[in-house]
């Protein structure tokens, strides 16, 4: 057994200030979107410069209490703009590869919030496209590039759990059930697997790998989306993860990486800065703690996402070392698979 450790690896983050700063641009003025901003600006030096609507007023409004210098009405403008370096794409996963095209296209550099597409098709070809203009692109998968999960990875790379057995994770909420909304519209690409489930998909891969097996037991709203899903994936190595997303409930919203010698519990709400537990067997079941101690809660921590984007377009690189396409890829492909088994992918 791995001898238990008594203090945690420190975190290899990007500082969140004093690096290359970028001219951001945002396309889909909502939600995820007016996070993204206050993150960047309340934590970082990166800007945001201009934003883009199908509505001019709606973009306006935005702007103005934002404190973003411009608004435009129409995408094609904004990619157009010469003081823009990248684009963000916030919009409903729908658009994300046909906005994700535009911005490259017009030669910017582009971030995709989570999915990257609505299929891993999708996903080729936003890499396809980014990987001829010889521009940056990255799936906004800001989870990874918290202080806590770099230390997690540390952890299992050191062989503090040993071999790791099961991830565990959960993802719901009880969603709007507006038809025309972007939960519960399937043209909108709704469900809870898209916008939910991937966040314990992602985390299984990051620790297992891609699955050589996938099994799905789901159901579907009125409207033709997913509501709720179990996902039980099998691995080559005889490690399986269990994975829960739904529409209709709340949940801890936790996860674990449990191993042959420890465990990791994340805590409650798991995609967020919410440090975790290390936790050995026996015994009194020995502890260590880590605790968030960066004062940056919830969607606070895209900061150190949009810091790392910074310095790896500053470093001249087109992808991301820590969640290259590749990954986003594998992560789609486990999905596609997913809803082949509910039933919201043929």
């Known amino acids: 057994m791995t001898t238990f450790p008594t203090t945690f690896p420190a975190a290899k983050t990007f500082p969140l200030r004093g690096g290359p700063v970028l ?60 003081g823009i370096d990248i684009v963000y794409v916030a919009s409903p996963h729908s658009e994300h590869k046909r906005l994700a095209l535009l911005a490259i296209a017009a030669g910017k550099h582009v971030l995709v919030e989570k999915p990257i597409g609505v299929t891993a098709d999708d996903a080729r070809e936003i890499q396809a496209a980014a990987t001829a203009a010889g521009v940056f692109a990255m799936e906004g998968m800001w989870t990874r590039y918290l202080p806590q999960t770099d230390v997690m990875l540390q952890l299992v790379r050191d062989g503090a759990l040993g071999d790791i057995r099961l991830v565990a994770a959960d993802f719901a909420t009880i969603a709007p059930t507006d038809p025309l909304g972007r939960n519960y519209n399937p043209a909108l690409a709704g469900g809870s697997l898209l916008d939910l489930g991937i966040y314990p998909i992602w985390i299984s891969q990051l620790f297992l790998g891609a699955p050589a097996r996938v099994n799905t037991f789901g159901s579907l709203t009125s409207t033709g989306v997913d509501a709720q899903t179990a996902i039980v994936l099998e691995f080559g190595s005889g490690a399986q993860s269990v994975l829960t ?10 996860a674990s990486i449990n191993g042959t010698d420890a465990r990791i519990e994340i805590n409650s709400w798991f995609v967020v800065p919410a ?11 020995t502890r260590l703690s880590y605790a968030n ?27 991301s070392p820590l969640h290259p396409l590749a990954f986003s890829i594998e992560v789609m492909e486990t999905m596609d698979a997913v809803r082949r088994g509910v039933g919201t992918l043929a």
């Open 293 to 319: 101690e960066t004062g940056l809660e919830f969607r606070d921590g895209i900061a150190w996402e949009a810091a790392g984007v910074a310095q790896h377009i500053a470093d001249g690189l087109t992808e």
């Open 245 to 254: 997303t739904s529409l209709l409930h709340f949940s801890p919203e936790r």
């Open 275 to 285: 440090g975790f537990e290390l936790i050995a067997p026996g015994k009194g079941n």
């Open 23 to 82: 001219r951001w641009g945002i396309l889909a003025p909502g939600d995820i979107a007016k996070d993204f901003v206050h993150a960047v600006h309340t934590h970082t030096d990166q800007r945001v410069e201009a934003v883009a609507s199908r509505s001019l007023g709606r973009a306006q409004q935005f702007a103005a209490k934002h404190g973003i210098p411009r608004a435009y009405g129409d995408h094609a403008q904004l990619v157009a703009d010469p």
